[in-house]
């Protein structure tokens, strides 16, 4: 089976690091970006099976950068798992719901949980795991 490739985006040079070697610890092929704004263009010249999005960020939120992934026939349908220490999933859900946002990790989480979460959603969007 192939592996499967996660991009990470988060402006917190830390937590990416740490996710980094989570993900790529538990067999999965990652990519990460501390900036929001190169988030479309990177994932449409290298489309992720998942995209796991910081949605408060410095310069674009979140939610700009689903737009434009929403919005670009090539990223379209790419499942993206946000983390926001802001939002939280039942607050929000009409929100999550609006933008396609598959699940959502209230920060602070355990790395490991993520991994849970990953396999949850590749299932649900028919992506062998």
Do not use: W
């Not at 980094?20 to 990460?32: A, F, I, M, N």
């Amino acid at each position: 089976m192939a592996q499967k490739s996660i991009l990470i985006v988060d402006d917190d040079p830390e937590f990416l690091q740490e996710m980094q070697e989570t993900l790529r610890l538990s067999g999965y092929k990652v990519d990460s970006l501390d900036r929001a704004n190169s988030v479309v263009d990177h994932a449409a010249k290298n489309p992720p099976d998942l995209i796991l999005l910081d949605l408060k960020m410095s310069g674009m939120t979140g939610f700009e950068v689903i737009k434009g992934l929403r919005g670009s026939p090539r990223t379209a349908q790419i499942p993206i798992i946000a983390m926001s220490g802001y939002f939280s999933e039942q607050k929000d859900c009409t929100l999550f719901d609006f933008f396609q946002i598959k699940q959502c990790l209230q920060k602070p989480f355990h790395p490991l949980d993520v991994i849970s979460h990953i396999e949850s959603t590749l299932k649900d969007a028919d992506i062998s795991i």
